[in-house]
């Protein structure tokens, strides 16, 4: 089961690029990364996914090292309505039984 | 869109009845899964199920029983409830093929906040 270490809190002034860094020393060479997104009162939504380099969406980017034992999920320009909880997830496409979600990160954006 | 459906937002259940917590979900996938969410605790996986009348335990199911009987409906059930079962509820599901959807992505829905007194 490959578990993922990231910080419990951040905070950003609206505007400002976000780089939320995850840990996953352990992860198998099926896995992918996949990272969440949840507000309060709702269920987590899927915002991107990748197995290395980088990977955009219109939402966000998702940095992977050669290594593959981290990753950065980058938002740019956050606004208010961007604070939430993040989660980095490993897992491969066998099943999602195996994914661990963890505290994940809290990234409160300030006026 | 995927369309994960739990029947209840909110319940208000006493210590030592039976609860019910229903799932449904739209796009014929093949997994569903329940997870209680709690402050500090992030979400923790209680049952999952990859068909129709398979479950297997998640990481803490003590206290909680599953039912899949259709492939759409997955139910969380905990016999007794007791004070320490007040939680958020989330259930979730994804499909194992490969093509349409992504890498074990999960469809999540609104969640049910189950108090017990």
């Known amino acids: 089961l490959a578990k993922t270490t990231q910080p419990i809190s951040m905070d950003s002034y609206e505007g400002q690029e976000v780089n939320i860094t995850c840990s996953h020393n352990?992860?198998?060479?099926?896995?992918?990364i996949t990272w969440y997104q949840q507000f309060p009162s709702q269920g987590p939504r899927f915002i991107i996914q990748g197995y290395k380099t980088k990977v955009t969406n219109e939402v966000a980017s998702l940095f992977i090292p050669a290594d593959r034992k981290s990753s950065t999920l980058s938002l740019p320009r956050v606004s208010l309505s961007d604070t939430a909880v993040y989660y980095c997830?490993?897992?491969?496409?066998?099943?999602?039984?195996?994914?661990?979600f963890g505290t994940g990160t809290r990234l409160t954006v300030i006026p | 869109d995927v369309k994960v459906t739990q029947s209840s937002r909110y319940l208000v259940k006493r210590t030592g009845e039976k609860v019910f917590l229903e799932c449904v979900q739209d796009m014929d996938h093949e997994n569903m899964f329940w997870y209680r969410q709690d402050p500090g605790l992030g979400l923790r996986l209680i049952y999952f199920s990859y068909d129709v009348k398979m479950k297997e335990k998640g990481d803490i199911p003590e206290g909680y029983s599953v039912s899949r009987e259709k492939k759409e409906r997955f139910s969380l059930i905990l016999e007794s409830a007791s004070t320490n079962q007040t939680s958020m509820y989330l259930c979730?599901?994804?499909?194992?093929?490969?093509?349409?959807?992504?890498?074990?992505?999960?469809?999540f829905g609104e969640g049910s906040r189950l108090t017990v007194l």
């Open positions: 979730a599901s994804s499909s194992p093929k490969t093509g349409r959807y992504r890498a074990g992505e999960l469809f």
């Open positions: 997830l490993v897992g491969d496409r066998a099943g999602a039984n195996n994914l661990f």
């Open positions: 352990n992860i198998a060479t099926n896995d992918y």
